[in-house]
């Protein structure tokens, strides 16, 4: 998570940059050794760190496992 940490804070933070609906790309992170962290990664079937996942209506839409280059996430965020 350390090297997709500010990845994921750099696109967030940009309101130029819109997810694939247009709306601008919103990003949370997850304590994973909080109780409520570790309860959304039993309900999400986390078994590997970092796992992002996107979310639409709160419905879980696409997700990868993993640090990716800064292009790679940019391009999994707008097309959310």
């Given amino acids: ?31 994973t050794e909080s109780e409520d962290g570790m309860e959304l990664g039993r309900k999400y079937k986390i078994r590997a760190l970092p796992t992002v996942i996107a979310f639409r209506e709160g419905e879980n839409v696409m ?14 965020l707008t097309k959310v």
Wanted: glycine share 6%.
């Fill in 63 to 76: 997700q990868f496992v993993g640090a990716l280059p800064e292009p790679q996430v940019h391009d999994f």
């Fill in 1 to 31: 998570m350390r090297r997709l940490s500010p990845i994921l804070k750099s696109i967030s933070s940009n309101p130029s940059i819109k997810s694939g609906t247009g709306l601008p790309v919103d990003v949370m992170t997850i304590n």
